[in-house]
């Protein structure tokens, strides 16, 4: 019993030093999601907003230990109407059946939030930078995720499956820039 003591003691000590967990709701209101897309060819970027629906983080001190980020996918915006339906119709995002993005947290260590995401049904690992920045009642949670439509089944005009695309074609990698305020 005394061994057990001795072995005890040192580990509740350690689990006592630690921050305690907090859980943070996301605001859609006070966050913003930016989508950058490319063309193959030439330096045309369209730009564009998608807004988040609603997410959680739970953190110690400014380590995140998990999250669950869900974004609402029929709110994809661009400032050309035409492109902002394209993307949201089954050549791209199909909005109409799935309706929302959700990423779900792994790991977090040393400013890189690995996890899972799912787009159209599709999930896939991803890993990202992300800086946290603690604010008044809460978090802040800044970055920029580099993904492959590609991995998530959205092959419209990709050079990776289609030839002689010329100008039409569109690169397999998009971002998405994101400020998220965690309360």
Do not use: C
Not at 116 to 143: C, Q, S
């Amino acid at each position: 019993m005394k061994k057990l003591l001795i072995i005890l003691l040192p580990l509740l000590a350690l689990l006592a030093a630690r921050p305690a967990a907090t859980t943070y709701r996301l605001d859609p209101a006070a966050s913003t999601l930016t989508w950058t897309g490319h063309a193959e060819a030439g330096a045309w970027a369209p730009q564009g907003t998608i807004r988040l629906r609603e997410g959680r983080v739970v953190a110690e001190g400014q380590t995140v230990r998990a999250a669950r980020v869900v974004v609402e996918m029929a709110t994809l915006s661009h400032e050309q109407s035409a492109l902002a339906e394209h993307l949201r119709n089954a050549d791209f995002f199909d909005t109409g059946k799935f309706h929302t993005a959700v990423f779900e947290l792994t790991e977090f260590r040393a400013g890189q939030a690995t996890g899972t995401l799912t787009i159209k049904g599709v999930t896939r690992p991803v890993a990202f930078p992300v800086e946290v920045v603690p604010v008044p009642g809460g978090l802040r949670l800044r970055g920029t995720a580099t993904l492959d439509r590609t991995q998530f089944g959205i092959n419209y005009n990709s050079t990776a499956f289609f030839q002689n695309l010329g100008s039409y074609a569109i690169r397999n990698d998009f971002q998405v820039t994101f400020d998220v305020l965690a309360r």
